[in-house]
């Protein structure tokens, strides 16, 4: 089965500092990955997404995400974070629920991150 | 493109009463539905897939007489949680999978409050 772990569970980051957030997952084939952000009280909206290809993934927001195969890892980062940054932050793995369905997700514990100005 | 609306966005309920949520693709039909529940400060976790026509495959744990779900056309999946209880006071939320090796679209989520 497969599993998710967010190591952070909370992250306090200074406005216009850079911000990493790590996700190590553990899932039998080639996964699809995900990082969703989560206001309080809200929904998810996905940042990015990765399937296949490079695995270097851009995303909405100024995010990116790399995808380390031999690492399990798939960190969120972003170079300048914004107040408006501060958010939860889920990282998933999709497994395949049939067919071409891959959005069977198994969710990270989640970060929370807080922006001090 | 690929909107799921989800109504109620929230609703409260006595205790002892059973509560219906809707789950819509608006633009795309949707192979598979998935719910999943979050409780306060918690992550998510699936609940139960749908596909159309057929009966909803529930995780282990997941009260299957508790939480019905019904997948009953392409865009359409509704879960409905049977005599509710406060402790089934959570947000819930589903997601809608075109099935094209893409990711699925979420909806807003419903709070639902148990009194």
């Known amino acids: 089965a497969q599993s998710v772990t967010q190591p952070d569970i909370h992250i306090t980051v200074s406005e216009g500092a850079s911000l990493e957030l790590r996700c190590n997952y553990s899932?039998?084939?080639?996964?699809?990955l995900f990082w969703y952000v989560q206001s309080p009280g809200q929904g998810l909206q996905l940042l990015l997404k990765?399937?296949?290809?490079?695995?270097l993934v851009q995303g909405i927001k100024g995010f990116e995400a790399e995808f380390k195969r031999s690492q399990s890892s798939f960190n969120l980062r972003k170079p300048s974070v914004h107040w408006s940054d501060a958010a939860e932050y889920f990282c998933?793995?999709?497994?395949?629920?049939?067919?071409?369905?891959?959005?069977?997700?198994?969710f990270g514990q989640g970060t929370i991150l807080t922006v001090h100005p | 493109g690929a909107v799921v609306s989800q109504h109620p966005s929230w609703v409260i309920c006595k205790s002892g009463t059973s509560v219906k949520i809707e789950c819509r693709s608006l633009?795309?039909?949707?192979?598979?539905m998935f719910w999943y529940r979050q409780f306060p400060k918690q992550s998510l976790m699936l609940m139960a897939t749908?596909?159309?026509?057929?009966?909803?495959?529930?995780e282990q744990g997941v009260e299957k007489d508790k939480f019905l779900i019904n997948h009953a056309s392409l865009t359409l999946s509704t879960l409905t949680v049977t005599s509710a209880h406060p402790e089934d006071s959570s947000f819930y939320i589903c997601?809608?999978?075109?099935?094209?090796?893409?990711?699925?679209?979420f909806g807003q989520g419903t709070r639902l409050t148990v009194v």
């Open positions: 997601s809608a999978d075109r099935g094209l090796n893409t990711e699925a679209f």
């Open positions: 990765y399937f296949s290809g490079d695995t």
């Open positions: 633009d795309f039909q949707a192979t598979t």
């Open positions: 899932y039998g084939a080639t996964p699809y």
């Open positions: 998933a793995v999709g497994a395949n629920a049939g067919g071409t369905s891959y959005g069977k997700l198994t």
């Open positions: 749908s596909n159309e026509g057929s009966k909803a495959t529930y």
